[in-house]
């Protein structure tokens, strides 16, 4: 048998043929999200995006503002129980001072007495240093008492100013998670709407009804399960976090890491799990809440046929399919 078929022409002919249909079609599948749209995505937001980050912002800004109120207060209650824990002693210091000034001013020596009864310069000098260090002394025990007494009423005074701003805050606190909830609701029901119902139909709807603290301890750890023992293992939290602040489903972007990357395995640049464009990030955490703002700003608030045709025109439906799939896994 001849050795020489493997390098007949039209051998090599169909085999470079196959290697190019093989190439192609893996192009399809993995090439054409690395080139998902992410220019112009601040110009292009919707305004209710905007509502969605705004109300999110005025919200994190109004609970920081009530923690910092509480922290304020606290000091002052502290400051109110250690004045409060004093004044006793300094009513008894300052009685017993204003006692003992009246008696020297009333049966103490006048100061011709002091002169006559004195041996010499020296000691006349001696005796009235004597006397007016037991008048400052008793001055000041009187003084102390005062002073903590002021200190007592303006603390006070500060504590009740500090509740009323802390109550105004907790009031905006509680519109702005209202007007946050709302706006994401609002995000959610859109998305159906606008696509016949084809967007995630067989995923769960997303409970917004509640507040951040609440919405990335619900989540965080559903996405640590789904990330475990993958690069981005641990980023559960980064992931709801960031879904809260931007209104999106928070399956989605762990769900795309994996039609992607295989959930962060195989990056064509650093940290970039998603086929994000030509972007690079430093660490996981700044890179998921920048795909994740992406996701809102470009794509809406959840899968849809849309948002794949726009993510992965060359092999929309399966992306749309193999990411779905990973959603419900969430």
């Known amino acids: 048998m001849s050795t020489t078929q493997s390098s007949d022409p039209s051998s090599m002919k169909r085999l470079a043929a196959a290697f ?9 599948f993995f090439s054409a999200p690395a080139v998902a749209q992410t220019n112009n995505t601040e110009g292009t937001m919707s305004d209710l995006q ?45 009685a017993s001072a204003i006692s003992n000034s009246y008696k020297m001013r009333v049966s103490g020596p006048s100061l011709i007495n002091l002169v006559f009864s004195s041996n010499d310069f020296n000691e006349l000098l001696t005796t009235i240093k004597y006397l007016n260090a037991i008048e400052t002394h008793n001055s000041g025990q009187a003084k102390q008492l005062t002073d903590l007494a002021e200190d007592l009423k303006n603390t006070q005074n500060e504590l009740t100013k500090q509740a009323q701003e802390a109550a105004a805050e907790e009031q905006a606190a509680s519109d702005a998670l209202a007007a946050a909830q709302a706006a994401r609701e609002e995000a959610q029901k859109q998305v ?24 990335v301890a619900s989540w ?46 195989y990056c064509f640049k650093p940290h970039n799990a998603w086929g994000w464009g030509n972007s690079s990030w430093p660490d996981w955490k700044s890179a998921i809440t920048d795909h994740v703002r992406g996701l809102a700003t470009r794509y809406g608030s959840t899968i849809t046929m849309v948002a794949a045709r726009k993510y992965c025109p060359s092999n929309a439906e399966h992306w749309y399919k193999a990411t779905l799939e990973q959603m419900n896994m969430i």
């Not at 190019?20 to 399809?28: G, M």
């Not at 159906?192 to 919405?215: H, M, Q, Y």
Request: aromatic share 6%; proline share 5%.
């Open 220 to 265: 965080a750890p559903r996405i640590d399960k789904y990330l475990a023992g993958s690069p981005m293992a641990g980023c559960g939290t980064a992931y709801a976090a960031a879904a809260w602040d931007y209104g999106v489903d928070p399956r989605w972007s762990p769900a795309i890491s994996n039609t992607e990357s295989s959930k962060g395995a």
């Open 50 to 94: 905007k509502r969605i980050e705004e109300t999110g912002e005025a919200y994190t800004a109004a609970k920081q503002k009530v923690a910092t109120i509480h922290e304020e207060m606290k000091a002052n209650n502290e400051r109110i129980a250690q004045i409060n824990a004093q004044l006793p002693n300094a009513r008894q210091n300052a």
């Open 192 to 215: 159906i709407a606008e696509n016949g119902n084809s967007g995630g139909s067989s995923l769960n709807p997303i409970d917004w009804n509640t507040d951040k603290i609440s919405f």
């Open 20 to 28: 190019c249909t093989v190439l192609l079609i893996a192009s399809s």
